[in-house]
């Protein structure tokens, strides 16, 4: 298994759920035949419970005091040096240490800098994984140290029939509109998000009354961590 991983795909294919099975095998007390997580030890039940000792899930939010979590814009360095630190630690159960860095594209250049000494000289049982959207706004020093995978999208079938089980009305639609990210589709498929939508292709749809600066001003009103979604479906409209 190679000491650094970089996950790579499209938004919404499931890298994230993907990396944490890898982590969960790593750190897996009795593994199965094929090296996959048996899902019944202590080890494996940790990880699906999030409180893994061995586990770091490193991503751009924060909680304050009051238990409200926060999106940040960036994975700070100090998120990365604490990480680090915590590698140099012995192993809390004896088994292998895992850190995962999802989106690792929102690492600051301070960050990624930082990354870069455990990247080269990793401490024994030590795995890094790093999850991106766009592995191209990652350094080329930190892609170049890790090996580089990219996830499968499930086939269409495959996608609508998960879909379907979720409780999605009309899941081949849904994927479409998602471009075949079954975890995107499941999202695009809230009705709120559906009404949205529609609202934009009517104000496309009569190209002379169209105001951008109108339309920009209904970006900027919706909430932050709607926003990227917004634009998102813009450009796919585009």
């Not at 750190?27 to 094929?34: D, F, G, I, Q």
């Not at 409200?68 to 140099?88: C, E, F, G, S, Y």
């Not at 990219?150 to 849904?174: I, M, Y």
Request: charged fraction near 20%; charge should be positive.
């Amino acid at each position: 298994w190679p000491h650094a991983l970089l996950l790579t795909g499209p938004r919404g294919i499931g890298k994230r759920t993907l990396a944490l099975h890898f982590a969960r095998a790593l750190l897996c007390e009795a593994p199965t035949a094929e090296g996959l997580g048996c899902g019944t030890c202590t080890g494996c039940h940790l990880v699906m419970g999030g409180t893994h000792p061995d586990l770091q899930l490193l991503e751009p939010w924060m909680q304050d005091e009051d238990g409200a979590v926060k999106t940040l814009d960036a994975i700070p360095v100090d998120r990365v040096r604490a990480m680090m630190a915590w590698a140099l630690v012995t192993s809390h159960r004896g088994r292998a240490k895992v850190a995962v860095i999802v989106p690792a594209e929102t690492m600051n250049a301070a960050a990624a800098n930082a990354l870069l000494k455990t990247l080269e000289e990793p401490p024994p049982e030590t795995y890094l994984m790093l999850v991106a959207h766009q592995a191209g706004r990652l350094p080329a020093t930190v892609r170049s140290r890790c090996r580089r995978m990219v996830a499968p999208r499930p086939d269409a079938e495959s996608g609508a029939r998960w879909l379907a089980a979720q409780g999605v009305a009309a899941p081949a639609v849904a994927l479409a509109q998602a471009a075949g990210a079954p975890l995107a589709a499941l999202a695009l498929a809230q009705p709120d998000w559906q009404a949205e939508r529609s609202w934009w292709l009517d104000a496309f749809a009569k190209p002379k009354a169209l105001s951008p600066v109108a339309l920009a001003a209904r970006i900027e009103a919706a909430p932050k961590d709607e926003r990227r979604d917004r634009l998102a479906a813009l450009i796919d409209w585009l």
